[in-house]
């Protein structure tokens, strides 16, 4: 029995690293300048479907590591752009206020962000399109100059 165990937890360790490599090709990794983002923005049509389709997208994920001990939640961080005429229907259907993120990226997973975004940003944002409350918070930040998304998202996908 101890034998199969054995054999069964060396089976285990070698199928984590092709696991972890198809699932980088089949994601497409870490993209952009230097491989350290995503640009997919599927993944994030899918977590903020309020704000259509999206381009332009540079992310980075929590689980973007090679760390031993994988993190059981789930925090997506970045940029994208909006579709044309998208912030302009937001901004007729919501309330918001002229209020920036957080100017530091302070995770370790959000370093390669830095120095990344719009140039100089007038940041506004609408209480009613975050979320917070049952192990989900949102919260979005728009540019009205070049229609960029800065968002940050605990359990973007529930």
């Known amino acids: 029995m101890e034998r199969r165990k054995l054999i069964g937890a060396a089976v285990g360790l070698a199928v984590l690293p092709v696991g972890w490599a198809l699932w980088q090709v089949v994601d497409g990794g870490a993209g952009g300048a230097g491989g350290d983002w995503h640009t997919d923005a599927g993944p994030l049509e899918q977590a903020f ?15 973007d590591n090679d760390r031993d001990l994988p993190s059981p939640e789930l925090v997506i961080s970045g ?20 209020e920036g993120p957080p100017d530091d990226f ?3 997973f959000e370093k390669p962000l830095e120095g990344e975004g719009p140039k100089d940003p007038q940041w506004i944002r609408s209480p009613e399109l975050d979320r917070d409350g049952s192990g989900r918070t949102t919260h979005l930040w728009f540019d009205r100059r070049s229609d960029t998304v ?3 998202a605990l359990n973007p996908y529930g």
């Open 79 to 98: 940029f994208c752009r909006l579709g044309p005429g998208k912030l302009d229907e937001l901004t007729a259907a919501h309330a918001f206020v002229p």
């Open 49 to 63: 479907p309020q704000l259509g389709p999206l381009t332009g997208a540079q992310w980075v994920s929590s689980r």
């Open 150 to 152: 800065r968002f940050w």
């Open 106 to 108: 302070s995770s370790w």
